[in-house]
């Protein structure tokens, strides 16, 4: 494997990772009961899609396909796995928009490391316009963690008192 092949495979690789977003999000804001938190899910969905489209294009510039292996990675699967199994283990409402909202950023997280990585192969290998695309989903990655901080603080304080009260 020669560096632009670790570029391409990091890229599809980015790409299953958003398809497979775009696709599980809308299903973890429909089981958040927090209005914020449902239209936040909805909307980063959206841009999620948005962001597929965005590495698509960079791979065909690159001269590539967009599927590679066609595998969402391990890492991906199991950060969908664990949202799915908070968001129906936890019955308290405030809760479960809390265990969402913390699957959500490490789905995040997740993404930023990719972007990161990503934008730094394509800055080193002269693809500016890839690298420009690139940083132009890592910003929307990093607002969409920002977003689910400031929606959770409320949502902290909310669970920590019905806790205060049931006890
Ligand atoms: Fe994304
Ligand atoms: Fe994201």
Known sequence: MNYRQLMIEELQDLYQAETEQASQLPQL????????????????????????LRI???LEMAGA?????????PGVKGLVAEAHMKGEQVRDPFLKDLALIAAAQKMEHYELACYGTARATART?????????????????????????????????????SMASMA
């Open 29 to 52: 804001a429909a089981q958040a009961n927090d209005e914020a938190l449902r239209t936040a899910l909805q909307e980063h969905a959206s841009e999620t899609e948005a962001q597929a």
């Open 56 to 58: 698509r294009q960079i």
């Open 125 to 161: 290998a002269g693809m500016d316009e890839a690298a420009r695309l690139l940083q132009v989903s890592l910003d929307e990655e990093e607002a969409a963690d920002k977003r689910l901080t400031d929606i959770a603080l409320p949502i902290h304080k909310q669970a920590a008192q």
């Open 65 to 73: 396909a967009p599927g590679g292996a066609g595998e969402v990675t």
